[in-house]
Structures are given as structure tokens and as C-alpha cells.
């Protein structure tokens, strides 16, 4: 049970290179660092097929597919289950809801991505992954983490907020306010120095609260 713990407390950070695999999947076998090449992933874990809360998740992320895409953005699932309950957990999905489920679900059975990623955690669960999402950029870089617990859903909004505010604040060199949606204005960088300081003063294009505190629209 130590090693266990030790394994499952391993917590990969932002800014780290997506910790890479090989695993059995819904769409075969796949290599973490060959798959989804040039694009974004978000990869999310459920704690069990066949359960109330993750069929919701699941379905959500099935529903919003086309959303992701437009975000040159695949996704991956997992869930510390076998291929099989996978396949037949995605097919009564498809049955009794008409959501098809078909963007890969990674069969961890043996915990391996689980304890890769910090997906489990022992206060909450030593056997089931708690909710977490990775968002990964075209590099393999992880740029944003989330954890959810194993009795509280995700939010889809948010989850698709955070994906479009990463990619344009990539795109832009800005950051984002707070509740930041397409559209709003954006963060200009503070200064950096004394004479950015006093360009940033005498700057009538942007909208200033002080100096610090400059927003623009893109």
C-alpha cells in the first residue's frame, strides 16, 4: 500500500511536458506522444463506467465534440476499467440515450495512466481516478489542470472557457480578466521597465485603470 500511495501521489504540474504512455483504448492501441499530433488534448478521467455522474460527463464531452474540434482540440478518456466494460458501457450509452461516445477511452485497468497523471488520489479513492482534466498544447506541454471529486460533475462551459482563453492568449500574448469570454477585452502585459511605464501612461489606445492595469479589444 506504501508504493501505492507513494505512485498515487505523484502530481504532474503546469508547465510540464504530459507525462507519456502507451494503453489500450476504445479506438486501439495508442502512444501518447504520437497521438493528436499538431493539436490540442484534453484528457479527463471518470472513476467508473456505469455510473450516473460520469455517463453525464461522458455524454457532455460526446455532445461537444464539434466544439472541441473547432478548437483543434481531440480528447481522451480513462477510467480504471477494462476494454470490455468500456465497449459495453459506450454501446448502452449509445442505447438508451442516442449519445455515441467515440473518442477514446483509455482501459487503465492496471492504474498505470492513473498514477502518471496523479489521477488517484488516496483521501478520495485508492481504486477508482478522481475527476481530473489535463489540457495539453500541440508541444505536449500541460497548460491548465483540473480536479473535480468523485461526487461533483465537471462544467462543459468552463472547461471550453479555459481551452479558448489558453489558445488566444497564446495567440495574442495577453492575458485574460476575470469570467474572460470571446469577445471581452483582454489584459495588455504590465511594463516592465520605466520607459514601458511611461509609454503605458501616455497610451490613449487601451483602456486603463492605472498604468498596471490595462485592457484592450482583439
Not at 465534440?65 to 480513462?78: S, W, Y
Request: hydrophobic share 45%.
Amino acid at each position: 500500500m506504501e508504493n501505492l500511495n507513494k505512485e498515487a501521489n505523484f502530481m504532474p504540474r503546469i508547465g510540464d511536458i504530459a507525462p507519456d504512455f502507451e494503453a489500450v483504448t476504445t479506438i486501439g492501441k495508442i502512444k501518447f506522444s504520437d497521438f493528436a499530433k499538431d493539436k490540442w488534448v484534453v484528457m479527463f478521467s471518470h472513476p467508473a463506467d456505469f455510473t450516473p455522474v460520469c455517463t453525464t460527463e461522458m455524454s457532455g464531452f460526446a455532445l461537444n465534440q464539434e466544439k472541441f474540434a473547432a478548437l483543434n482540440t481531440d480528447l481522451i478518456g480513462l477510467s480504471i476499467d477494462s476494454i470490455h466494460s468500456h465497449l459495453a458501457w459506450v454501446n448502452n450509452v449509445r442505447e438508451k440515450t442516442g449519445v455515441y461516445l467515440n473518442f477514446p477511452i483509455i482501459a487503465d485497468i492496471d492504474m498505470k495512466v492513473s498514477k502518471l497523471y496523479g489521477m488517484l488520489q488516496p483521501n478520495e479513492s485508492e481504486t477508482a481516478a478522481v475527476r481530473a482534466v489535463f489540457f495539453i498544447d500541440p508541444a505536449k506541454k500541460i497548460r491548465l489542470i483540473m480536479y473535480y471529486p468523485l461526487n461533483v460533475g465537471r462544467n462543459m462551459d468552463e472547461i471550453l472557457r479555459v481551452l479558448e482563453a489558453l489558445q488566444f492568449a497564446d495567440t495574442h500574448k495577453v492575458a485574460m480578466p476575470l469570467n474572460w469570454r470571446k469577445g471581452d477585452k483582454v489584459i495588455v502585459p504590465p511594463p516592465k521597465t520605466l520607459a514601458e511605464m511611461e509609454a503605458r501612461i501616455a497610451d490613449t489606445s487601451c483602456e486603463k485603470v492605472d498604468f498596471y492595469l490595462a485592457k484592450k479589444s482583439i
